[in-house]
């Protein structure tokens, strides 16, 4: 069965930096992107940012762009989330996600209306 599982998480203060995983089992990752999604206290989860399966094109919500990469290694069954410039606002539970769908080769969404599998997340505190 599809499992992901994030680590990582922590407190840091801001202008920090952190870097989560999200290892994945029970598919092949190498045809699916891979999403990263966080959900703050009282707030919708919001799509972080993708990585198709294809050609690995990233896509970044407008908040996030510029301070966090994604990246994925198909080999090790991984995918990362390298945030840079933390700020207390980025305070939030982080997912990683996978679609049902393979077709997500060349663009990827910010919906969580794609995503069909998801981990259990990690904590993320940005506080001085």
């Known amino acids: 069965q599809v499992q992901l599982v994030e680590s990582g998480g922590g407190l840091v203060q801001p202008g920090e930096s952190l870097r989560l995983s999200c290892a994945a089992s029970g598919f092949t990752m190498d045809y699916y992107a891979i999403a990263w999604f966080r959900q703050a206290p009282g707030k919708e989860r919001e799509g972080v940012s993708c990585?198709?399966?294809?050609?690995?094109?990233?896509y970044y919500s407008d908040s996030t762009k510029g301070r966090f990469t994604i990246s994925r290694d198909n080999a090790e069954k991984t995918v990362y989330l390298q945030m840079n410039a933390l700020r207390p606002e980025d305070t939030a539970v982080y997912y990683c996600?996978?679609?049902?769908?393979?077709?997500?080769?060349?663009?990827?969404?910010?919906?969580?209306?794609?995503?069909?599998?998801w981990g259990q997340g990690t904590q993320v505190t940005v506080s001085s």
């Open positions: 996600a996978v679609p049902r769908a393979t077709g997500f080769g060349y663009r990827c969404p910010l919906s969580r209306d794609y995503y069909d599998y």
């Open positions: 990585i198709t399966s294809t050609d690995h094109s990233t």
